[in-house]
Each structure stands twice: as C-alpha cells, then as structure tokens.
T-cell receptor, first 112, second 115 residues
C-alpha cells in the first residue's frame, strides 16, 4: 500500500532564504509525482509535475527533483517571499489502479 | 480554458441531514476525482471516474456517500445522512488525455460544516 510522507510538517523561514521541502513514498511503481500549493480555504494549484522517467522539473524559483529508486522527491524554493506562504502538498500517481495518493503537506510561513 | 467548477462553495447542515455537491470538470477531461480533505490532512480519494464508469471507490463510505457521473461530464456527490465527522472540504479534480501523462486540476472545493 502506497504511503506518502512529507517532512517537515511546518516550516517558518525569514524572507529571502532558500528552502527544501521533502516528500517520500513507499512504492516506486508510480507514473508521476506532482507538487501542489494550497492557500487557506482554497483548492489546490499545480506547481510542478515530474514524470517517472524524469529527474527534475523547474518553474521560476521552484525546482522539483525525483529519485524514484529511493522513493524521494524534493521541492526547492529559491529566495523565498512572504507570498510563498501556503501549504505544499506532494502526490504520487500509482501505476496500479491509477490512484493518486497525497501526503499531509508542509505548512510554510515566510516572514517579511 | 475554464477550470474545474464546484458548487456550492460553502454548506452548513445539521447532522442526519442530506447534502449534495456538484462538479463540472475541464472540458474533454475523461477522469474525474472526488477527494475529502479534513483540516490539517492531505486530500483522501473518495471516488474516481473514467468517463461515466467508476474506477475506484474503495474509500467511499457507501452506506452514506454516493456519487454519479451519468453523462461522463459533470458529477454529483451526495451524503445522506451526514455525520459530524463528515465536516471537511470536498475537492473535485479532473485529468485528461492518456493516463499518467497529464496533470490533475482542482476546483476551489466545497467546505462542509456538519453541526
């Protein structure tokens, strides 16, 4: 059974700092891994999607990596800003049944 | 391209009452998902449709929850009767094209409070 874990559960950093969010999964039989952002009271916004054959994806100040063999992904945020404050969720799409499993998220607070 | 639409955005009901949520996915997306997100947790899949057929409903509490996607487009999720523990945000998402090569797109969610 696929399990997705995100560490840390919460993070508070000063503005301008570079930071890394971690996501681990137990079953490497995945199609892709997707990182989402969720603002309070809102739905999920897709940030980056990494196919199982890929190692990383970049969008602006965000870089996501995937190491399928070790069951790990990281989301790197460069030069953090107060507007980055949100909950970041990772989700894997399993090859068996095409089910998506989410982690519990990392709540990020960037202080001005 | 219009996003995933959901309504209502908020709903407050008494326990044992019934409630229904509506979702209209992105045009052309064959796969539709309903998730339940309890405060402080990640979304949990309730049911997944491929066109108008159910792919996975293993985590749907079928004694009280039901969902349908009759024409393979929009979908409704119903709870009857509601319990206090059903208080959560219900998220609808859709995905199109070949399985595994497209992103999931989420609607804004419906926040349900059961009193």
């Amino acid at each position: 059974k696929q399990e997705v874990t995100q560490i840390p559960a919460a993070l508070s950093v000063p503005e301008g700092e570079n930071l890394v969010l971690n996501c681990s999964f137990t079953d490497s039989a995945i199609y892709n891994l997707q990182w989402f952002r969720q603002d309070p009271g809102k739905g999920l916004t897709s940030l980056l999607l990494i196919q199982s054959s890929q190692r990383e994806q970049t969008s602006g100040r965000l870089n996501a990596s995937l190491d399928k063999s070790s069951g790990r992904s990281t989301l790197y945020i460069a030069a953090s800003q107060p507007g980055d404050s949100a909950t970041y969720l990772c989700a894997v799409l399993n090859t068996g049944g095409f089910k998506t499993i989410f982690g519990a998220g990392t709540r990020l607070f960037v202080k001005a | 391209e219009a996003g995933v639409a959901q309504s209502p955005r908020y709903k407050i009901i008494e326990k044992r009452q019934s409630v229904a949520f509506w979702c209209n996915p992105i045009s052309g997306h064959a796969t539709l998902y309903w998730y339940q997100q309890i405060l402080g947790q990640g979304p949990k899949l309730l049911i997944q449709f491929q066109n108008n057929g159910v792919v996975d409903d293993s985590q749907l509490p079928k004694d009280r929850f039901s969902a349908e996607r009759l024409k393979g487009v929009d979908s409704t999720l119903k709870i009857q009767p509601a319990k206090l523990e059903d208080s959560a945000v219900y998220l609808c998402a859709s995905r199109g094209g070949r399985v595994g090569w497209n992103e999931q797109f989420f609607g804004p969610g419906t926040r349900l409070t059961v009193l």
